[in-house]
């Protein structure tokens, strides 16, 4: 039996409530370090979400199938960003073989997702204890959090890149340009996601 | 990047390595690295404190052990092997912190094993400890890990002091109404908005002084 109310909850959380990037303080690097012009942006944004589904996946996997039955969680650290960076490290492969142009948009982003707080983050989470249900997700939750922990973050993302376009037109005092006038964007955008956080409805 | 002096023979070079790592290449406002635990951390300074040892600790550890088998590792898989290392120390940090200190566990939350993918400790890997000697890249991850701790102090102790008009849990200034907004996210934001501003204009101002 599939709990759907459950898993739109989990969507509009992930996405809207805890989103990752203004709630959560997840994946700030390539947050304020791509965020310069729109299609990088967007780029970044897609291969985000792709590692992170694949990431829940594979961790979830990892976790359930052989570090719980064999009673070495504690490893759980350890194992989980080698999956990470094995895994980047396959799909930059693969994607270099069978889909040149999908490598061409997002080639250059990968390598800096192994680093990515947000993945290591999407699996813990995963794997930890929740608000929804006080124990693990189950591998479908798993899954629907780490394609909309992702959504999140692109929507964050991608929300970014079009302010500090505008940003740079700017007329600015010289302290604030570059990066702190981007972190008081960035702080404007929680305050407005803030008001999320009434969207209580599943609890 | 950062780059301390070659020589540590003098004081005054001992010294120097000290200013460079807290205040000319700070990690956090200068270098802008290890940002997401920076702002996740900061709404108390308890929480700052402990952010800022246990990375302190995990850097040098992993700093030693880098630059002990820096010969050894072939280039390829150096990334991966630091990463590894650093994961163990990280988690001797995480097992240790839930035996020991079970609610500062709980309130850092999923940030302590998130300290493997903090990027100031590959940095300093890459950057440092896998060129130098042992004993330098073991200061070089002291004066770093400090200077990321006192980041974290200051940021925590300005958002406590508004957000709850606490420090350290005590009451502060009698009569100030707290803005809670600065013990949530976007007082993080806003907090080191202005003080990465404030260190920039002091910055430009010195340089500006010398020249």
Same mark, same amino acid.
């Given at each position: 039996?599939?709990?759907?109310?459950?898993?739109?909850?989990?969507?509009?959380?992930?996405?809207?409530?805890?989103?990752?990037?203004?709630?959560?303080?997840?994946?700030?690097?390539?947050?304020?370090?791509?965020?310069?012009?729109?299609?990088?942006?967007?780029?970044?944004?897609?291969?985000?979400?792709?590692?992170?589904?694949?990431?829940?996946?594979?961790?979830?996997?990892?976790?359930?199938?052989?570090?719980?039955?064999?009673?070495?969680?504690?490893?759980?650290?350890?194992?989980?960003?080698?999956?990470?960076?094995?895994?980047?490290?396959?799909?930059?492969?693969?994607?270099?073989?069978?889909?040149?142009?999908?490598?061409?948009?997002?080639?250059?982003?990968?390598?800096?997702?192994?680093?990515?707080?947000?993945?290591?983050?999407?699996?813990?989470?995963?794997?930890?204890?929740?608000?929804?249900?006080?124990?693990?997700?189950?591998?479908?939750?798993?899954?629907?959090?780490?394609?909309?922990?992702?959504?999140?973050?692109?929507?964050?993302?991608?929300?970014?890149?079009?302010?500090?376009?505008?940003?740079?037109?700017?007329?600015?005092?010289?302290?604030?340009?570059?990066?702190?006038?981007?972190?008081?964007?960035?702080?404007?955008?929680?305050?407005?996601?803030?008001?999320?956080?009434?969207?209580?409805?599943?609890? | 990047?950062?780059?301390?002096?070659?020589?540590?023979?003098?004081?005054?070079?001992?010294?120097?390595?000290?200013?460079?790592?807290?205040?000319?290449?700070?990690?956090?406002?200068?270098?802008?690295?290890?940002?997401?635990?920076?702002?996740?951390?900061?709404?108390?300074?308890?929480?700052?404190?402990?952010?800022?040892?246990?990375?302190?600790?995990?850097?040098?550890?992993?700093?030693? =052990?880098? %630059? @002990?088998? *820096?010969? $050894?590792?072939?280039?390829?898989?150096? #990334?991966?092997?630091?990463?590894? /290392?650093? &994961?163990?120390?990280?988690?001797?940090?995480?097992?240790?912190?839930?035996?020991? =200190?079970? %609610? @500062?566990? *709980?309130? $850092?939350?999923?940030?302590?094993?998130? #300290?493997?993918?903090?990027?100031? /400790?590959? &940095?300093?890997?890459?950057?440092?400890?896998?060129?130098?000697?042992?004993?330098?890249?073991?200061?070089?991850?002291?004066?770093?890990?400090?200077?990321?701790?006192?980041?974290?102090?200051?940021?925590?102790?300005?958002?406590?002091?508004?957000?709850?008009?606490?420090?350290?849990?005590?009451?502060?200034?009698?009569?100030?109404?707290?803005?809670?907004?600065?013990?949530?996210?976007?007082?993080?934001?806003?907090?080191?908005?202005?003080?990465?501003?404030?260190?920039?204009?002091?910055?430009?101002?010195?340089?500006?002084?010398?020249?």
């Amino acid at each position: 039996m599939i709990d759907v109310a459950g898993l739109i909850g989990i969507v509009i959380s992930a996405i809207l409530i805890q989103n990752f990037v203004l709630a959560r303080f997840l994946g700030l690097c390539p947050f304020f370090g791509v965020s310069k012009r729109l299609s990088s942006a967007v780029g970044m944004g897609m291969a985000v979400v792709f590692v992170m589904t694949i990431a829940s996946i594979f961790t979830w996997g990892m976790n359930t199938f052989v570090l719980i039955p064999n009673d070495v969680g504690y490893l759980q650290t350890i194992v989980f960003i080698l999956v990470i960076a094995g895994l980047v490290q396959l799909v930059e492969m693969a994607l270099q073989k069978f889909s040149p142009a999908l490598y061409e948009a997002l080639g250059i982003y990968l390598p800096l997702i192994t680093t990515n707080c947000a993945v290591l983050g999407v699996a813990l989470i995963n794997t930890g204890i929740n608000q929804f249900t006080n124990k693990g997700f189950t591998f479908l939750e798993a899954l629907v959090n780490g394609v909309a922990s992702g959504i999140g973050f692109t929507l964050a993302l991608v929300l970014m890149a079009g302010i500090r376009e505008k940003l740079e037109l700017a007329h600015l005092p010289k302290a604030l340009q570059g990066l702190p006038v981007a972190f008081v964007s960035a702080g404007l955008m929680a305050l407005a996601f803030l008001g999320f956080s009434g969207l209580n409805f599943f609890r | 990047m950062a780059h301390a002096p070659a020589t540590l023979e003098s004081s005054s070079a001992a010294g120097a390595v000290f200013t460079e790592g807290l205040w000319k290449q700070n990690p956090v406002f200068v270098q802008v690295l290890g940002m997401c635990p920076t702002l996740a951390v900061t709404n108390s300074v308890r929480n700052a404190v402990a952010m800022g040892a246990a990375t302190l600790f995990v850097l040098v550890c992993s700093n030693v =052990l880098i %630059s @002990l088998v *820096r010969k $050894l590792v072939p280039k390829q898989v150096r #990334i991966a092997t630091y990463i590894l /290392i650093i &994961a163990t120390f990280v988690t001797i940090v995480q097992l240790t912190m839930k035996a020991y =200190l079970p %609610s @500062l566990d *709980r309130s $850092l939350g999923i940030f302590v094993p998130l #300290i493997v993918v903090n990027c100031i /400790i590959l &940095a300093r890997a890459e950057a440092y400890a896998s060129k130098n000697k042992v004993i330098r890249s073991a200061i070089d991850g002291l004066v770093m890990g400090l200077g990321f701790t006192l980041a974290l102090c200051l940021l925590s102790v300005i958002r406590e002091l508004l957000g709850s008009n606490k420090i350290l849990g005590l009451n502060a200034v009698p009569g100030f109404k707290p803005m809670t907004v600065f013990i949530l996210a976007p007082g993080g934001f806003f907090t080191i908005a202005f003080v990465m501003a404030a260190v920039t204009t002091i910055r430009n101002r010195k340089g500006t002084r010398k020249a």
